[in-house]
């Protein structure tokens, strides 16, 4: 009888080059195609990324977007409703290295032809500004109040104590565009720091990652810490993302969850993008999630009626009372994750029509 002696090799693991590159391709060529509007948020959102954290990129990564990049007049001429995908990427991928300055004079078509002027939402236009300033092109002279508008939505925290999405994304994305990305001190207040507090309690309450990394990002954008409890969590859930790859894979996935927690890993100096990808079909799929005790916590204080306060020790062992064990300690971690929390549970309590005279 033989001894077989089996040798095993160490796997050889994707350079952070050739999985930025396998990325790119994958996203350019072949979840969608690029007169889809999809097609335009998926890519100008990695661009975005790759752009304001400084990656590293292969010399011909940016390849599978130079057909794009030669079109970009043409889209933006028959597409001028999507202006802000398409000046977006043009001006990330001059700005990633692609050979070319055309974004230039794409922002001052833009800028001739008023399109920020037909945007109804202050977040639109204050993006927008932000996209031409790129290029030294302001596309609103006229509109000095801008700022001080978005300044004073951030500024009301208690929007932010109520569950709210849209305003919570909004906060978010107001803060990229102050900070150019964390390329300047967004000169946020101690009220608007409060707001992204807020915020944060609650995307870790309802166990949101998405938006839970935004909220990280844009203190840290802001200069601040985010809780270790949020960071190390998201740092978890984003190793446990599952890449699919082949004709089979579906778009229908959290591609945006995957590319929002890997821009914070960057952001904070953590491995970023440590997937191996492929440059093929591809799908982002995030682990099965805890359920977040939010909706546990809304509906017990909501049937408490009168009997509900804003004193949250006071409350404390009536939510504690309705939620699983697994709420019970995401609750905990979400106590402990800020100091803020009881303030941020006077405004979640909503008692504020009591006494009025209906």
Request: net charge negative; aromatic share 8%.
């Given at each position: 009888m033989s001894n077989v002696i089996q040798l095993k090799l160490p796997v050889q693991r994707q350079?952070?080059?050739?999985?930025?590159?396998?990325l790119i391709a994958s996203f350019a060529n072949y979840r969608r195609f690029g007169d889809d509007v999809f097609w335009l948020k998926e890519n100008a959102e990695l661009m975005n990324i790759l752009e304001c954290t400084g990656a590293a990129l292969a010399e011909d990564a940016l390849q599978p977007l130079q057909g794009f990049y030669d079109q970009a007049e043409k889209r933006l001429g028959f597409f001028p409703q999507y202006y802000r995908f398409l000046l977006s990427l043009?001006?990330?991928?001059?700005?990633?290295?692609?050979?070319?300055?055309?974004?230039?004079?794409?922002?001052?078509?833009?800028?001739?032809?008023?399109?920020?002027?037909?945007?109804?939402?202050?977040?639109q236009r204050l993006e927008a500004r932000r996209l031409m300033a790129r290029r030294g092109i302001d596309p609103l002279p006229h509109d000095a109040g801008l700022e001080d508008r978005v300044r004073r939505f951030m500024d009301r925290s208690d929007t932010f104590a109520m569950p709210?999405?849209?305003?919570?994304?909004?906060?978010?994305?107001?803060?990229?565009?102050?900070?150019?990305?964390?390329?300047?001190?967004?000169?946020l207040?101690?009220?608007?720091?409060?707001?992204?507090?807020?915020?944060?309690?609650?995307?870790?309450?309802?166990?949101?990652?998405?938006?839970?990394?935004?909220i990280c990002i844009s203190l840290r954008y802001a200069g601040e810490t985010p809780s270790q409890i949020w960071e190390g969590w998201l740092e978890r859930e984003t190793h446990r993302f599952a890449v699919v790859t082949g004709p089979q894979a579906s778009t229908a996935d959290n591609y945006h969850d995957y590319f929002v927690c890997n821009w914070l890993m960057a952001q904070s100096g953590r491995d970023a993008f440590r997937k191996d990808a492929a440059p093929e079909?591809?799908?982002?799929?995030?682990?099965?999630?805890?359920?977040?005790?939010?909706?546990?916590?809304?509906?017990c204080i909501f049937h408490m009626e009168d009997a509900r306060t804003g004193d949250w020790h006071a409350m404390r062992p009536h939510v504690q009372g309705v939620l699983s064990e697994t709420g019970h300690d995401i609750l905990a971690?979400?106590?402990?994750s800020s100091d803020k929390f009881a303030d941020f549970f006077a405004g979640f309590a909503r008692t504020g029509l009591r006494g009025v005279a209906l």
């Open positions: 350079s952070d080059a050739a999985r930025r590159a396998a043009c001006l990330d991928l001059e700005d990633l290295g692609l050979p070319g300055n055309k974004a230039e004079a794409l922002c001052s078509w833009a800028a001739r032809e008023g399109l920020a002027e037909a945007e109804l939402s202050d977040l709210n999405k849209k305003a919570a994304y909004e906060l978010t994305h107001i803060v990229f565009y102050l900070s150019e990305y964390g390329r300047r001190d967004p000169g207040s101690a009220a608007a720091i409060t707001s992204l507090e807020y915020a944060g309690i609650l995307a870790y309450l309802d166990q949101n990652a998405d938006l839970l990394a935004e079909r591809m799908a982002f799929h995030r682990a099965e999630p805890f359920v977040g005790p939010l909706r546990e916590m809304s509906e971690e979400a106590e402990q």
